[in-house]
């Protein structure tokens, strides 16, 4: 199984200041395909998880400009441009290159 | 408008059965596949089962192996996840979520599961 390396595990970040989270594969999440299946979730405190960033770094529909992906082969980070106070909840990456799908243990982003 | 809906979830003594259902509405079945993904209280995110857009690959990550059974009703539009001889280690609220070749990007509302005795 592909193991996902989230770092760091808690990111306390003041309103409208960058913030960033990575995430390491433990072997590439280039497909045959040519492409990588490496995606980023925000779950907010008691809702579902919902996709931000796909396949590296496509935002999904209604995800914010402030968030962007970025990275290549097993080295990947999200960033927050000015976290705003709904950003705040559990980040994790996925990946769904291989199956059995994987996620990284997941990065809690709260206000100081 | 694309959503989701678990049911079927609550609580099961150890070793019993569970039939979980995810309803789909806004696509059908046969466009896209659809993942299980189960979150343990307190815990991160973990894959359960997937079954692929035609209906004939079903996939199953270790703890499913040989006790769950993931299963469609395309007349209903509905995704189904047989869970038997239940352990107190399933215990998690299960998500089906809606696969988009590569990623998942619709997910419902989970379903909560308790096995206890």
């Known amino acids: 199984d592909i193991v996902m390396t989230q770092t760091p595990l808690s990111s306390p970040v003041t309103l409208g200041q960058p913030a960033s989270i990575s995430c390491r594969s433990s072997?590439?999440?280039?497909?045959?395909?040519?492409?990588?299946?490496l995606s980023w979730l925000q779950q907010r405190p008691g809702q579902p998880p919902r996709l931000l960033i796909y396949?590296?770094?496509n935002r999904f529909s209604g995800v914010p400009d402030r968030f962007s992906g970025s990275g290549a082969g097993t080295d990947f980070t999200l960033e927050i441009s000015r976290v705003e106070a709904e950003d705040v909840g559990v980040y994790y990456c996925m990946q769904a290159t291989q199956l059995p799908l994987t996620f990284g243990g997941g990065t809690k982003v709260e206000i100081k | 408008q694309v959503h989701l809906v678990e049911s079927g979830g609550g609580v099961v003594q150890p070793g019993r059965s569970l039939r979980l259902s995810c309803a789909a509405s806004?696509?059908?079945?046969?466009?896209?596949?659809i993942h299980w993904v189960r979150q343990a209280p307190g815990k991160g995110l973990e894959w359960v089962a997937s079954?692929?857009?035609?209906?004939?690959?079903?996939n199953y990550g270790d703890s499913a192996k040989g006790r769950f059974t993931i299963s469609r009703d395309t007349s209903e539009n509905t995704v189904y996840l047989q869970m038997s001889s239940l352990k107190v280690e399933d215990t998690a609220v299960y998500y089906c979520?809606?696969?988009?070749?590569?990623?998942?990007?619709?997910w419902g509302q989970g379903t909560p599961v308790t096995v206890s005795s």
């Open positions: 396949k590296v770094s």
């Open positions: 079954v692929s857009s035609d209906g004939n690959g079903k």
């Open positions: 979520a809606r696969g988009a070749g590569g990623f998942c990007d619709y």
């Open positions: 806004g696509f059908p079945l046969n466009s896209h596949g």
């Open positions: 072997r590439s999440l280039v497909h045959s395909d040519g492409n990588t299946y």
